[in-house]
C-alpha cells in the first residue's frame, strides 16, 4: 500500500514535498553500505514495464519508489536514474546508502502517460515482495521529479 501523508491535502505540497526529499537526501554523505540491485519486467495489464529494485544488506524495512520525469514517446523503454551533483550519485544509490530499498519502473510505454504510470507504480509495489525475493515493505514513500512529482501527487489523491 502506498502511504498517504499529511500532503494529501494539498496537491501542490506533495509535488514540492516529493523535490525537497530528493534534494535532502542528496544532502547527506552516502555510508558505504551494499545494496542488490535488480532490473526485470513485470506485468501490468498487457504490459511489461522494466524496473529497478536495489535491497541494501541492511534494509531497515521501508521502501522507497521514485516517479521519474517525461521520457520522449520516441524513446525506447530504459530505466532513469538520475545522478544528483556534486558528488553524482544516482537517486538508487542515495536511497539504498540510507538503508531504504529503491524501486523504480520505466512505465508501461514513453510520453505524457501520468495515468498509466500510476497504474505502473501502484502494481510495482504489490509485486515488490515477489520481484525482491524479499518481505513486503513496512512502509512505502513514493517520490518523484518533472513528470514523476504528477504521478506521484495523482497516486496520493486516489
Known sequence: MIRISKFQRFP??????SVLVLFFLAAFPLEAAYAECTDGTY????????????????????????????????EDLAIVDYEIPPENY?????IAGMGYAYATT???????VIPQAVEDIKELVVQFPDLAESAAPLSVYLVGASEG?????????K
Not at 501542490?12 to 514535498?17: A, E, N
Not at 544516482?90 to 542515495?94: A, D, L, P
Not at 520505466?106 to 505524457?112: E, V
Open 43 to 74: 506485468s501490468v495489464g498487457t504490459y511489461s514495464p522494466l524496473y529497478r529494485i536495489c535491497v541494501p544488506d541492511e534494509w531497515n524495512g521501508d521502501l522507497v519508489v521514485f516517479a521519474h520525469g517525461y521520457i520522449s514517446p520516441t
Open 149 to 157: 512529482g504528477l504521478v506521484t501527487t495523482l497516486a496520493l489523491e
Open 12 to 17: 501542490i505540497g506533495t509535488t514540492v514535498f
Open 106 to 112: 520505466s512505465y508501461s510505454y514513453n510520453g505524457l
Open 90 to 94: 544516482s537517486v538508487s544509490e542515495i
